[in-house]
Nanobody, 123 residues
Framework: QVQLVESGGGSVQAGGSLRLSCVAS????????MSWYRQAPGKEREFVAS???????VYADSVRGRFIISQPNAQNTLYLQMNSLKPEDTAMYFC?????????????????WGQGTQVTVSS
């Protein structure tokens, strides 16, 4: 079983900071790509940031320079440090884990989502 549990959301004033966490469980021996997405009310879910199995990092233009994604080596936790928050950052933030298959292993190529954590930024 694969499980993702996000935490760290809350309400903050514009200019403030929050740190989101995503704890992954299951298939700990498998390589994976992990990312953060967000979805505001009435809008489509959008990409925020990702870190892949090679540790390459990608940010959406809207958060570059303000957010930092990290995944410490040999740990099962993904972080999103959000600084200089803006009202337009208000959304439900979701953690996504993409497991990578491996030859002669039980690692399934699959995609998994957490339940989300709410971030609200007031002006």
């Amino acid at each position: 079983q694969v499980q993702l549990v996000e935490s760290g959301g809350g309400s903050v004033q514009a200019g403030g900071s929050l740190r989101l966490s995503c704890v992954a469980s299951g298939y700990s021996h498998c390589r994976n790509d992990m990312s953060w997405y967000r979805q505001a009310p009435g809008k489509e879910r959008e990409f925020v940031a990702s870190i892949d199995s090679t540790r390459a990092i990608v940010y959406a233009d809207s958060v570059r320079g303000r957010f930092i994604i990290s995944q410490p080596n040999a740990q099962n936790t993904l972080y999103l440090q959000m600084n200089s928050l803006k009202p337009e950052d208000t959304a439900m933030y979701f953690c996504r884990r993409d497991l990578l298959s491996a030859l002669w292993s039980d690692c399934p190529r699959s995609q998994h989502w957490g339940q989300g954590t709410q971030v609200t930024v007031s002006s």
